[in-house]
Structures are given as structure tokens and as C-alpha cells.
């Protein structure tokens, strides 16, 4: 169970974000305000105290806070993103997570090692990590080590198409997980129960699970249907405007 999620608003610099879709154009600023606003009430429905950051105009991508660390129930990890106009996201939050974790359950993850949370999928105390172009192997060492200080586990998973991990497989609690593209038959996954999600609705692989509910990213009537048919409550949440600039429902918010 989650009591508390972090979020940060999206600030006007968002529309220079980092993007690998430039077709679906810039981000509307005030939709994307409304739209984060949608969220923050999702969140809160879902029955977690939200705190909110006020904007970044140095970081047109802070918003994306699931980037900037790992917060376990043993720990918080601050990580190291790939990106250079990311390097400083991680530093800002540290007040705000310092406010919930203790000075000595706070690790770091270290250059030459990147990591990035979007590329990290928690189930339970085993925590699944994405070697992708943002995670590398040896951001990948670091953070198993950490986990293993800690009391918990960790294994690689190495991409090949997908941006981070959680872009193609999400796990949605009750041993059930999203999958999409690459990872539909991928060994890693074969003990849970899996959702398959269809090429045209591979966005909504990124579903959140938050005390029993699943906020789903609007558009996706397939992966919703699905979604509920396995028993989950749901809350949409429309994203268009984090889409143009690769992101999705689990970047927006740090869940602990």
C-alpha cells in the first residue's frame, strides 16, 4: 500500500522537452496544467497525501519525477539520469524526499552509472531494471548492490525497442502485469499472470497501481477493458500533452 506520492508541475519550459515523437507536436501548456491537475486528483482518490513541487523552468522534463529516484519502503535511491539537460533534476528533489527518508537511508547512484526510474518496476521486494539508452550496466551494479544493502533483489532486463522499461511492462499488483511489444513472450515475465496489449494501444502499457485502483491513460478502450475485467477498480486520466514529450502516467509521480 502507497501513502504518499511526490509530484512536480510541468513548468512552460516542458514544450523543449526531450521527445523521440516530434509528429504529435509541442505540449499545450495550460491542457497540460488541467491535465496534471486530473492527476493530482486520481492520486489523491486513490487515497495517498500529494505533495506538490512548485514548477522548474531550468528542467523542461522535471515534471517526469519518477526519473529522479526509487523511493522503497526501505529506502530512497536518487538516481543518476542519462540525459545531460537532466543531470540536476535529482539535487532538486532531494528536500522534498528528505522530508520522508532519513539521512542514512538515502543512496546514490554514481557516474559513469546512469539510471533512470522510469526504467525501474517494483513487485514486492524485487525490483525489475531496464538496461536501456538512460540505464546502464553499471548504474544497474550500483543499484542491486543498494538493494541488497537494503534487504531486497534486483535483475536486468535488457531493452531493445522501448524508451525505459515501464514503457512496455507494468506491474499492476495481484502477481498481473501489462506487457507490450518486446516483452509479450519475454521469459523474465512468464510467472505472472499478463495482460497482452495490442501494438495500436501500446501507450497504455504505463497503467499505475495505487491501493487497489489502476489509473489508466484515456484513449485506450482495450487495455481498460481489460484492465477491469481482471477485477481492478479504474480512474482514466487523459496524458496527451506528456505523450509528446515520451511521457506517461508513471513518470508524473514518485509512489511510496
Not at 522534498?96 to 532519513?102: Q, S, V
Not at 559513469?112 to 513487485?123: Q, R, S, W
Not at 477493458?225 to 515520451?246: F, L, M, Q
Request: hydrophobic letters at 40%.
Amino acid at each position: 500500500m502507497f501513502t504518499n506520492a511526490i509530484v512536480r508541475r510541468p513548468c512552460r519550459a516542458i514544450v523543449h522537452g526531450i521527445t523521440s515523437s516530434p509528429e504529435l507536436g509541442k505540449p499545450d501548456i495550460e491542457l497540460a496544467l488541467k491535465q496534471h491537475d486530473d492527476y493530482i486528483a486520481a492520486l489523491k482518490q486513490c487515497g495517498v497525501k500529494v505533495t506538490v513541487l512548485e514548477p522548474d523552468e531550468a528542467y523542461p522534463d522535471s515534471c517526469f519525477v519518477e526519473d529522479t529516484a526509487v523511493l522503497t519502503r526501505k529506502c530512497a535511491i536518487i538516481t543518476n539520469p542519462c540525459a545531460d539537460s537532466r543531470k540536476g533534476e535529482p539535487l532538486e528533489m532531494l528536500p522534498a524526499i528528505r522530508r520522508f527518508y532519513e539521512e542514512e537511508t538515502i543512496e546514490y547512484i554514481k557516474a559513469p552509472g546512469t539510471l533512470e526510474g522510469g526504467d525501474v518496476m517494483m513487485a514486492g521486494d524485487h525490483f525489475y531494471i531496464g538496461q536501456s539508452n538512460r540505464t546502464n550496466a553499471e548504474g544497474i551494479r550500483q543499484f542491486i548492490s543498494i538493494l541488497n544493502k537494503f534487504g531486497m533483489t534486483g535483475s536486468a532486463v535488457p531493452l531493445s525497442t522501448v524508451l525505459h522499461l515501464k514503457t512496455g511492462v507494468s506491474y499492476i499488483e495481484n502477481n498481473t502485469v501489462l506487457v507490450s511489444g518486446e516483452f509479450i513472450d519475454d521469459t523474465r515475465f512468464a510467472s505472472f499472470k499478463r495482460i497482452t496489449v495490442a501494438p495500436d494501444e501500446a501507450y497504455a502499457s504505463n497503467c499505475v497501481w495505487i491501493n487497489g485502483t489502476v489509473i489508466v491513460p484515456a484513449g485506450y478502450p482495450n487495455v481498460l477493458n481489460a484492465v477491469k475485467t481482471t477485477g481492478y477498480k479504474t480512474i482514466v486520466v487523459d496524458t496527451s500533452e506528456y505523450r509528446k514529450v515520451d511521457g506517461g502516467l508513471s513518470c508524473l509521480s514518485l509512489r511510496f
